[in-house]
């Protein structure tokens, strides 16, 4: 790990565990090569100044990502044919978009999503955590991932497009392949798999859309299904293409998030119990989860003219992928940053949400799911700890996320 002429981003154990291969890049490589199958050279940026700089210049590095290294887009040929064969057209909308484009479509969903509307939807979120929390077993191990890491965000992003909770198992489902589509660990033929689900999804969102276009509801699939542009309605591949984005940056990162939070209480019992004897240190508590542990890692820009970045020329068209999750362990930035320290006063600064014209528009609801759900662990459980050596959890191996597949806990309640 010590040896950047050796280091493999795409091995195992630095997916699983990327912190050292994160501080070797920024240190040795901060703009890194990958070896990827693709047309145009492939890099890594490390450094939060660099993720920060190529984020907020839209003009020479775009959200428009090069099909052959993200599969999404026009995609590989093979894939490319499942979808011609659905009649679905992908298009780019909220996340891989452009302004002056992309602020449109944002505009549209920020109305479901601001301060006002996810603070109003607070009983209903207390009501999930209540109902989740009282399902899991005292004193029995359970993995925390399925009870509890993955229905809270699922259930609130149902609530909040309008989609029926009874058909949240596809959309985990639909959730799940999605990473297998895009995300490079994955070999074409599991992609191609995975794309028969998304094509499956989009029928789901299509029927959806257009129901509601007949008789509109109060939700955010109802808003994009009616949505107007300059007078003008959107296409059905840019509702579908928004649709989508929302119902996976909805549930997945959050779910991460949350799984990475009972991780770390489970072998910090020092802090579960500062936050339990003082509950106002939970949003601190969250935002060093956050900062740690990105949820999501990377989000790919192409270059559009030819740039030199530390030296390294990034001829256009190339793909440079911005590692959010090293940019929140930037010792240029934190002291000690793989220290978890809730006293930290520069926590905030991380880029786990992204930032400029991307900044996550789930933010303030991700930080509000997290902050409501570990207030009620500390009320209603007396202890929580790991129901097998710490050792034996492991984040899954891949790229594009720092997940957690099986958190095996026991809790203990008060």
Known sequence: MGDISCFNPFDPEHLSVPAKGYALMRREAPVFRLDLPSPAPVFIATRKADIEAIARDTATFSS??????????EFDPEIGEIFAESGY?????????????????????????NRKKVTDLAPQMDAIIDRLMAAIPDGEPVNFVDAFSVPLPLEVICLILGMPYQDAAFLKFYS????????PVHPLPRAIEATRTVVKGYRYFAGMIERLQREPQDNLTSAIANAEVDGKPLSMEERLSMVHVLIIAGNETTRNALSSAMFVLTTRPDIWATIQAEPGRIPDFVEEVLRVHAPAATTPRTVMKDTMLHGVELPKGSTIFLMWASGGQDEETFDAPMTFDMDRRNKRAHVTFGMGVHHCLGSFLARAEMIAAVKRWTEEFASV????????VRYDPVFGFHALSNLPVRITRK
């Open 89 to 113: 057209k992908v298009v780019q909308t909220l996340q891989a978009s452009d302004p002056p484009l992309s602020l449109v479509y944002r505009k549209i969903a920020e109305q479901a999503l």
């Open 385 to 392: 700890s790991l129901a097998v050596p710490a050792d034996q």
């Open 64 to 73: 428009n990502p090069v099909p052959s290294v993200w599969r999404w887009g």
């Open 176 to 183: 799940d392949e999605f990473t297998h589509l895009v995300d």
